[in-house]
Structures are given as structure tokens and as C-alpha cells.
């Protein structure tokens, strides 16, 4: 079982940047293809974007194309994927979340193995 662990949610003021992390415990991150995800109160979770194991193919969700970027740091020490969030709006305003996929490349949330518990970032206007 492979737990997912978040940080770096918060609150901030629209157009402000934030960065989020997501780190797996106990097993190597090159294993898994990453993902974010998010969900606002009242609404589906959706798929904000995706990264491949070595880092060098990503997707992102129209929505925050141009102002979100996923990336990860396989070596051992860091072992992280990040989400940089910059130009945010109110409608960013929603739980975050990692996910790892063992094998299939996708946007939609099951083809994604294991979660983490979500972390809150909310933009004020």
C-alpha cells in the first residue's frame, strides 16, 4: 500500500502563486505516473494534470493551461512531485489532490492507483 503525502495548500490572493507537493512514503515516485487532481465543494472531482515517470511528458486541464505546472524530482532525497500554481483565480478554490498511477496514462481518476488525502487551497478575490 503506498500512502501519498501532500503539502503546501494555503490561501492566497488571486493573481499570487502557490506550490504544492506530493510525496509517496516507503516507495520510489519513479514508479508511478503522477497526477493532480481537485475538487470544489459541490462539484466532481476533475483532473487538473499529469506527468510522466521520467518527467518529460505532461498534460494539464484546459482551465489551468499556461499558469499550473507539474514536475517531479525522482532523486532519492527528493523523491517529490510538485504542482506550481501561478495567476490563480477564485475558481482554483478547491481540495487538491495527488495521485499515482502503476501503469496506465490518463486523465480520468481511475486509472489512478493510490490517493492522497487532499489539501485545501483556497484564492480570495
Known amino acids: 500500500q503506498v500512502q501519498l503525502v501532500e503539502s503546501g495548500g494555503g490561501l492566497v490572493q488571486a493573481g499570487g502563486s502557490l506550490r504544492v507537493s506530493c510525496a509517496p512514503s516507503?516507495?520510489?515516485?519513479?514508479?508511478?505516473?503522477m497526477g493532480w487532481f481537485r475538487q470544489a465543494p459541490g462539484k466532481e472531482r476533475e483532473f487538473v494534470a499529469v506527468?510522466?515517470?521520467?518527467?518529460?511528458?505532461?498534460?494539464?486541464a484546459d482551465s489551468v493551461k499556461g499558469r499550473f505546472t507539474i514536475s517531479r524530482d525522482n532523486a532519492e532525497t527528493k523523491n517529490t512531485v510538485y504542482l506550481q500554481m501561478n495567476s490563480l483565480k477564485p475558481d482554483d478554490t478547491a481540495v487538491y489532490y495527488c495521485?499515482?498511477?502503476?501503469?496506465?496514462?490518463?486523465?480520468?481518476?481511475?486509472?489512478?492507483?493510490?490517493w492522497g488525502q487532499g489539501t485545501q487551497v483556497t484564492v480570495s478575490s
Open positions: 495521485a499515482a498511477s502503476s501503469g496506465i496514462w490518463g486523465r480520468r481518476p481511475y486509472k489512478f492507483d493510490y
Open positions: 516507503g516507495r520510489a515516485l519513479i514508479t508511478y505516473i
Open positions: 506527468v510522466s515517470r521520467g518527467g518529460s511528458n505532461t498534460e494539464y
